[in-house]
């Protein structure tokens, strides 16, 4: 079984940063795209950022793009998302997603949700 383990976020006055990051551990497996997503009350929940596991292509979505930052550390199988010049419109539960195959399967993946809250 693989587990993403989230870590990060918090309460930030808006134009501060934050940083998230999302470890993955487990059984022997292979890493192939990881995610960021956020869901803010009442809202559905969006994708806010991907990057590929082996060629690091990323992908932002227009709300974040200049502000955040997707990065990827193979030797510690973990994502970062650094966020700067927060907006209270940022507040939301962020999420980390991955598809990971182990074996000849392809599972998709959450983590349970870390809190940001930007404050004006």
């Known amino acids: 079984q693989v587990q993403l383990v989230e870590s990060g976020g918090g309460l930030v006055q808006a134009g501060g940063s934050l940083s998230l990051s999302c470890a993955a551990s487990?059984?022997?497996?292979?890493?192939?795209?990881l995610a960021w997503f956020r869901q803010a009350p009442g809202k559905e929940r969006e994708l806010v950022a991907v990057i590929s596991w082996s060629g690091g292509s990323t992908y932002y979505t227009d709300s974040v793009k200049g502000r955040f930052t997707i990065s990827r550390e193979h030797a510690e199988n973990t994502v970062y998302l650094q966020m700067n010049s927060l907006k209270p419109e940022d507040t939301a539960v962020y999420y980390c997603?991955?598809?990971?195959?182990?074996?000849?399967?392809?599972?998709?993946?959450w983590g349970q949700g870390t809190q940001v809250t930007v404050s004006n």
């Open positions: 997603n991955a598809d990971i195959a182990t074996g000849f399967t392809i599972t998709n993946y």
């Open positions: 487990g059984r022997t497996f292979s890493i192939y795209r």
